[in-house]
């Protein structure tokens, strides 16, 4: 079966740490990549529309219809004071609406999908990422997502991740299967 990767990118900086690790992982995948970067345009802010609803349009749009071709949602995030970086906790926010709006399908068809996430962080501190991971994971077993796992480097200055040799050594297998590292 072929597989279909989203990478969901978040940082603010460019060509940052996370994103480095990111690459390295997808360099291992031989099926088809699509890259979103949630920075830019930047997303809208989220308006609760409850009891009505509005379908995503513009680029939430285009995301909601790429996560729906893909098998695979990588969501690619600097830690930032200990928590996901604001764009991808925003697109989480967005996921609240597509819930409410029924003809988005988003409620039957995300059940479908495997999530992984992959972070850079400059606190070498291993439970860092746990906060997170641990929001990221509780959502995504909510809406009945598969969690395949996470894969955390550690990186301040652009570039130093390439230094964290075993975060870089997992990464070529990270996405191997569908289960993650």
Not at 41 to 58: F, K, N, V
Not at 75 to 97: C, N, R, T
């Amino acid at each position: 079966m072929t597989r279909r990767f989203l990478f969901l990118t978040s940082s603010a900086r460019p060509e940052g740490n996370a994103l480095l690790l990111a690459r390295a992982a997808a360099a291992s995948v031989n099926d088809p990549v699509q890259w979103i970067d949630l920075t830019d345009p930047p997303l809208p802010p989220y308006r609760d529309l409850r009891p009505g609803h509005a379908m995503p349009q513009g680029p939430l749009d285009d995301i909601l219809q790429a996560m729906c071709a893909s098998t695979d949602i990588v969501f690619v995030a600097p830690i930032y004071w200990y928590a996901l970086p604001a764009p991808a906790k925003l697109l989480l926010d967005h996921w609240s609406g597509w819930l409410d709006a029924p003809e988005s399908g988003f409620a039957d068809w995300a059940k479908r999908k495997r999530i992984h996430l992959i972070t850079a962080r400059a606190d070498p501190d291993p439970s860092v990422p746990d906060l997170p991971e641990a929001m990221l994971k509780r959502s995504i077993q909510w809406l009945g997502m598969d969690w395949a796992g996470a894969l955390h480097g550690i990186g301040e200055a652009p570039g130093d991740i390439l230094n964290d040799r075993a975060a870089m050594k997992a990464a070529k297998r990270f996405l191997a299967s569908p289960e993650g590292a």
